[in-house]
T-cell receptor, first 114, second 113 residues
Framework: DAGITQSPRHKVTETGTPVTLRCHQT?????MYWYRQDPGHGLRLIHY???????DKGEVSDGYSVSRSKTEDFLLTLESATSSQTSVYFC?????????????FGQGTRLTVV | SQKIEQNSEALNIQEGKTATLTCNYT??????LQWYRQDPGRGPVFLLL?????KEKRKERLKVTFDTTLKQSLFHITASQPADSATYLC????????????FGRGTSLIVHP
């Protein structure tokens, strides 16, 4: 299995509180992605990174920010959590920006905002 | 707008039969198309990749076709087994830029013994 770890695996938080999810990889892959997965919507891209300090927005980036200060870590922050951000969050990594390489996914973080 | 469509209804088949899943896309020109498997409570796992200039790709009991004219990919599992029960996702790249895996919603496959 690719060396990718998400933490925490489960979290319950209150509306309005900040939350940070961590994705850690040991593969030295350049690309890292954050997705959320909801019933009826599938996997939707939140943000992605193509290198240290290089990030860009995805389809559903409102209310989220990211940071990548080291190759191995990609952090997703919900500045002020809302109930609509209750979801399962997946981190993925890929060695290159080409579609001929697979993406490797973490185990996911189940976030509940109450 | 760009769209990737997979049948949202679950596909129920009997063990030993061939399962066929469909991925249709609009307003894309993908250079590659990928298929992933996702089990409940776990992240997706890569299965197969097919390039735009390939009509068909096989791996053991899996076969993928890619018709860029129809804008469609078919994913076949032959001699299906209950262990094949899972959700299957197709993913496309967007040609000309960084590879940002864009996924369909997935189709649930249930193989009955």
């Amino acid at each position: 299995d690719a060396g990718i770890t998400q933490s925490p695996r489960h979290k319950v938080t209150e509306t309005g509180t900040p939350v940070t999810l961590r994705c850690h990889q040991t593969e030295n892959h350049r690309y890292m992605y954050w997705y959320r997965q909801d019933p009826g919507h599938g996997l939707r891209l939140i943000h992605y990174s193509y290198g240290v300090k290089d990030t860009d927005k995805g389809e559903v980036s409102d209310g989220y920010s990211v940071s990548r200060s080291k190759t191995e870590d990609f952090l997703l922050t919900l500045e002020s959590a809302t109930s609509s951000q209750t979801s399962v969050y997946f981190c993925a990594i890929s060695p290159s920006g080409q579609g001929d390489t697979e993406a490797f996914f973490g185990q996911g973080t189940r976030l509940t905002v109450v | 707008s760009q769209k990737i469509e997979q049948n949202s209804e679950a596909l129920n088949i009997q063990e030993g039969k061939t399962a066929t899943l469909t991925c249709n896309y609009t307003n894309y020109s993908p250079a590659y198309l990928q298929w992933y498997r996702q089990d409940p409570g776990r992240g997706p796992v890569f299965l197969l990749l097919i390039r735009e200039n390939e009509k068909e790709k096989r791996k053991e009991r899996l076969k993928v076709t890619f018709d860029t004219t129809l804008k469609q990919s078919l994913f076949h599992i032959t001699a299906s087994q209950p262990a094949d029960s899972a959700t299957y996702l197709c993913a496309l790249d967007i040609k000309g830029g960084s590879y940002i895996p864009t996924f369909g919603r997935g189709t649930s496959l249930i193989v009955h013994p």
